[in-house]
């Protein structure tokens, strides 16, 4: 086999720039910290001034019923100034494990839980700004075990969606984030890869 | 049928508070505006500040040549301070349509045209935080027509990927932008629905 291009792990193409004396930290927050910071091109010798929002990694849960559903939750989103269709998640505290973060997330967002959570894979929701790296994980024979117990500032409502309706829910644009359209539609294409756990017809379009 | 909770188009559950007199801009940059925005649950009543970055919208291109290659190219992404693989893309200038502008960047950063874009739906990277909405549009029959002139701060390596590799390379997270894994794995299945442009087993994953 000959290796391609897109095979061959490969250093960054730039790297910071010597001391650090041209970055500033423009605002801090108890959420993040807005910094610019120069780097430099290992092939051209450019210098450029990037932004970098530095935040904590996140997790977001695929939880699914012994009835095949999944557990979304509905919430107020302040980019888009509306409500959004979202599997349950947040921020990992510092040090923690995205399964464990995500068990914690799930229970106390929606008040379930189930069995041991199995990792999907890690996504950047905007690798050109944000620091934050977003793990999808998949939580099996999912059951409403507490009352859920959000943060003080999160008002959700719990929907349960059968696992064949998700991508007529994606194709309407009724779910439209995109961390969580892209971990559902993996771990349905992965489903769909064994024919004893889900039918095929489960990854079909509604056009 | 019975309407379920899910089909509902809903109000937003929060709205701004009042006159905005506690709202304030943290910091403004060519790039985007940092905001603290004070909003009112309309259901408890409640007030929170939330962080709101506006910044212009942006859009994805998913270009694929009359041989079935994907156009992808790689850059240097800030916040994972590495290179990324992913779909050419860019900002919106204001105005301007999704479809014009997905043309333009994939023109200005390979070189390559194709037929008129179709427009595949509307993500959000991250709605917690970012205004910004990214649409994916998909233009077939790429073909290299031009030099690429990307912008003074880009330094992008073009890639032609075929259709069939792009599932392992989303498998292996070699292609980890949640916005193009999304936009990716959304087009596979509606072109997986049609048969008589993509044989199914292009969706299949290797494991």
Redesign the interface.
């Known amino acids: 086999m000959t290796p391609r ?3 061959r792990p ?1 250093d ?3 790297i ?1 720039d010597g001391d650090g004396a041209h970055d500033r930290t ?2 801090e ?1 108890w ?2 910290q ?1 910094r610019r ?1 120069r ?1 430099r ?1 290992r ?2 010798g ?1 210098v ?1 001034d ?4 530095h935040l904590a990694d996140g997790v977001h849960v695929i939880a699914v019923t012994g009835e095949q559903q999944v557990v ?1 939750v ?12 979202e599997t349950p998640g947040g921020l990992l505290e510092p040090g923690e494990d995205p399964c464990a973060a995500g068990a914690r997330e799930l229970l106390e967002e929606t008040g379930y839980a189930g069995d041991p959570a199995e990792r999907l ?14 793990t999808t994980i998949v939580i099996k024979n999912a059951r409403r075990v507490a009352e859920p117990r959000p943060d ?2 999160e ?1 959700l ?1 719990v ?1 349960l ?1 059968p696992v064949q309706e998700i ?1 007529a ?3 309407s ?2 779910i ?4 969580v ?2 971990g559902l ?2 771990w349905l ?2 489903e ?2 064994r024919p004893s756990q889900a039918p ?1 017809d489960r ?3 509604n ?1």
Chains 1, 2 share one sequence.
Request: with cysteine; hydrophobic share 45%; aromatic share 10%.
């Open positions: 291009d897109v095979d490969s960054p193409s730039w910071s423009l605002v927050t959420l993040f807005l910071e780097f091109s092939a051209s450019k450029h990037f932004f970098v929002a979304l509905r919430q107020f989103r302040a980019g888009p100034r509306r409500d959004c269709l894979g890690t996504l950047w929701p905007n690798p050109a700004l944000l620091t934050m790296g977003i003080p500032s008002e409502a929907e969606v991508p829910l994606i194709q644009g009724r439209d984030h995109a961390v359209v892209a539609l993996s294409m992965l769909g890869a095929r990854v079909s379009w056009r």
